[in-house]
Structures are given as structure tokens and as C-alpha cells.
């Protein structure tokens, strides 16, 4: 089955694409004034649903710092300027002993028959002292994955795929898929 992807962000859509193949993007920007990732996920592709009339999904993900109280949580995206996000964490951060996060993705599919559902994906790490590793996006660069001794910018594609916070909440989705009969 194919869904159109309710997403600004190419590199979101590139991750979609080598997960899931057939997905075609939908640019529609909305307020994503929800207040967790799984509304601002359905706000998105309930958006993109009534716009072609077909079955779509959005993600909203974001990163959670322990000792920033869960912050930027769903504030993620704009948290500060776009090229000082991940500075502005480490600066957050200088002097701190618990540097523990998680990465959340959420993903709500809709229907134009009115059904909808959500799928959640996490994976903990810890935040770095500085950007390391050339691959992924956002903030990839700060976030180590301790059982692969690297952070999530230092991945394959194929093993962050398997392994991230969207990986894992796309795979729960496509179960939630298969135990409703939809094709896929």
C-alpha cells in the first residue's frame, strides 16, 4: 500500500523511502500544536489525509534530555536555530555528570474512512561532549548509542534504519498494519 508522507524534512522522507519503498511526500505545513509526539504525529497526516484523500502517515520524533527535564521533547525541530541545536544542548550540558536521553519517533497513519492509529519507537543513549560522525541528521552527531559504541551519526544507513527511534516505530507500524489486514 502506499501512503503520501506528511513531511517538510527530506531527510525524514529519505529514511521513510529506505524503510518502507513506496511512500510519496506531501509538503503541507501545520501547527503541530499537540502536546506529545503521537498528537502532533496525527496532526499532521489527519492534514495530509484530507488534502489527497488518501491513506497518509507523519512522524513527529524528537530528543529527550534526562537533565534537561525531557527537554526539547516535542520542541525538538525548534528548539533554537536550525544550526544551533545541537550547540545549544551541548551548552546546556557543560559540567554535567548525567547526560542520559532517548530518541522519540512517533508515526500516526489515517485513512479517509476515519481510522487511525499511532505507533511509538525509542532508543536510549547518552548525549556527547561534541558532534561526532558525518551520517544521519539533526541531532545524530551528540546522541551515543553505547551497544554500538557509536553515536547515531557514526551508523550505516541499514543499521540506524534497524536500529533508531523511526526504524523501530516503522516496524511497529507495519505490524499494526498486518494485524489489520491492510496490505502492504
Known sequence: MRFYLATTNHNKLREFREILGDVEPIDIDVEE???????NALIKA???????????VADDSGLCVDALGGEPGIYSARYS??????????????GEVKRSAKFVSA????FP??????ARGEVRGEITDKPY????????????????????????????????????????????????????
Open 133 to 184: 560522525g558525518d551520517n544521519g541528521f539533526g541531532y545524530d552527531p551528540i546522541f551515543y548509542m553505547p551497544e554500538f559504541g557509536k553515536t547515531m551519526a557514526e551508523l550505516t544507513p541499514e543499521l540506524k534504519n534497524a536500529a533508531s527511534h523511526r526504524g523501530k516505530a516503522i516496524q511497529a507500524m507495519l505490524k499494526q498494519l498486518k494485524a489489520r489486514g491492510v496490505p502492504q
Open 81 to 94: 536555530e536550525v544550526g544551533d541545536r545541537k550547540a545549544k544542548i551541548l551548552r546546556e550540558l557543560q
Open 113 to 118: 474512512d476515519g481510522e487511525e492509529f499511532t
Open 107 to 110: 508515526i500516526a497513519a489515517v
Open 46 to 56: 489527519r492534514a495530509a489525509c484530507r488534502l489527497t484523500g488518501e491513506p497518509a
Open 33 to 39: 500544536n499537540g502536546s506529545s509526539f503521537e498528537e
